[in-house]
């Protein structure tokens, strides 16, 4: 999948001189399907089956602390059909940590674009929190990184005190979101920014929201650099198991939520209840992978951030990674 949006960035960067916008965002024929047009969409989605009556019964798929993929959603998904309307959806199970996981929902913008919305829900399939379409904010096209709608917020894995942890996630759209569009940067305008070049003026496509669409899907965006990142909260409660639209997340929040905040050293945090015993296995493979790459100050990072997490063997961990050397 990841040639795929290779070909869909490269194709909105080449021959777009003289081209209507259809002929501007031309896709490959292997995504072409994703991108058809919102009446196509919409015929599909109405004519599909529903999948179950409540969200317990949709099929979850259980996915890791570093799950990174491209899913297309069409007519081959599951539908469901929540308060906010019918639509295809994805839904997942998140992995039990004992610790918070950074997410990023990114997307693809082609001849149309999925308007995700984000529902987040507890152990009994209960909305603990909804992230709406309109928190997914615009990025333009910049290099290989093509348009897109992105959102990036935090998932609590961990059951605490006052607030059920997230066990479920579903990525959905909503009857509002597809009626609307998103403007962007006509990709000729982009690329003349990006050489340093003249604007030349072309006008700014609007992209109408479907009910198909590609969509990236990325925990932990940040773990290359060798620790979870700290992303922002964001997202509405939500008690209605039929997943009604709530109140909206503001743009200003959203956009913090897009970048990721300093992470405090370990001194200036109260240290957590122990953490589960698998939590502790995953921390401590980890570190001693970074420390067999060389990565020593990673691995260091590693052990603040597990540390902060409730580990009580990290440290150990290191040291021990540090000798067998």
Known sequence: MRNKIAVVFVASLLGLGGCSSG??????SDTRDLFVE??????????????????????????????????ELDARHQAFTFKSGKSFVLAYKLPALNTDIPVRIESVIGETVFAPTVALLSDSFEVNRVVPASSFQYHELKGFSGN???AA??????????????AYMLIYTTDEARSKSTQIVHPERSR?????KAD????????PHSAFGLVNVT????????????????????????????EEVQPSQAAQASSPTLVAPVGNRSLKKPMLEETESFYNKLIAEMVKQGEVEKALKLVE??????SRTARGAFIEAVKNK
């Open 38 to 71: 919102p009446s196509e969409a919409a015929a599909s989605l109405q004519s599909a089956p529903i999948c179950c009556e409540q969200l317990a019964q949709l099929s979850y798929k259980s996915i890791s602390y570093n799950y990174d993929a491209e899913e």
């Open 200 to 207: 030349p003026g072309i006008p700014d496509p609007l992209i």
């Open 192 to 196: 003349a920014k990006a050489q340093a």
């Open 23 to 28: 002929d501007m965002l031309s896709l490959s």
């Open 153 to 166: 917020f935090r998932i609590n894995t961990e059951q605490r005190e006052g607030r059920a942890r997230d």
């Open 148 to 150: 897109k709608l992105s």
């Open 219 to 246: 925990l932990n965006p940040d773990l290359s650099k060798g620790f979870f990142s700290d992303e922002a909260w964001f997202g509405s409660s939500n008690a209605d198991p039929s997943l009604a639209i709530v």
């Open 305 to 310: 951030e597990a540390e902060y997490a409730g």
